[in-house]
């Protein structure tokens, strides 16, 4: 097993770093684990007031993971943790990289709630939100048409304020 990384290095993304982004999402293996937007669609998300890009890695200058937040604040359902994906899979970033969007979301804003969803099948992901205290809240069942044709449930998941600074 890898060793966990030190706490990541986490910042606003730039328009400058949407090509990580583009390349990370399109990874070998990833289609069936998450979206992908086009350049186009990336820029237009990025310019959205409602919209947060996070890019972090180990070291300063060496990106290694994303994550997008929109909404970024819900006074409902608070923030929605859209996308998250590290370049290198598996390797021990990916689980400090989301506590560290975590905590940036609840220092940062006021929201009460972050959330999710994420595909059953996909069970590296679960695992890691299940790690930094997200909960399984229900099910979508074959809520998502897949480039092949077949359906996938989803399943959301969600942590609160309360939670988070208990642990
Ligand atoms: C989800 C993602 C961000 C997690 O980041 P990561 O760097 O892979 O995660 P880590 O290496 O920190 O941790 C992986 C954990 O999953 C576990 N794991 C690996 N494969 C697994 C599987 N098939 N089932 C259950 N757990 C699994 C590992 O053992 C490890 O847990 P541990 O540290 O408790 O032993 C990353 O895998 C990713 O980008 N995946 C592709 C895109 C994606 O799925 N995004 C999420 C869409 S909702």
Redesign the pocket.
Known sequence: ??P??AAPLIRLAERADLSFVHA??R?P??ER??AAWTTAEHEAALARDDTRYLVGGRDAGVLE?FAILQPLEDPHEGAKLK????A???????????EAVIRWVFTTTSNDRLW????TH???????YR?AGLREDGLLREAYRMPDGTRADRCIMSVLRREWADR
């Open positions: 097993m890898p966990r990384a990370t999402e990874l293996g990833y684990l998450t993971g996308r998250i994906c590290v290198r899979a598996g390797e021990g970033f990916g689980g400090p990289f989301l999710l969803d994420v595909f996909n069970e590296r992901a679960r695992h890691v790690r």
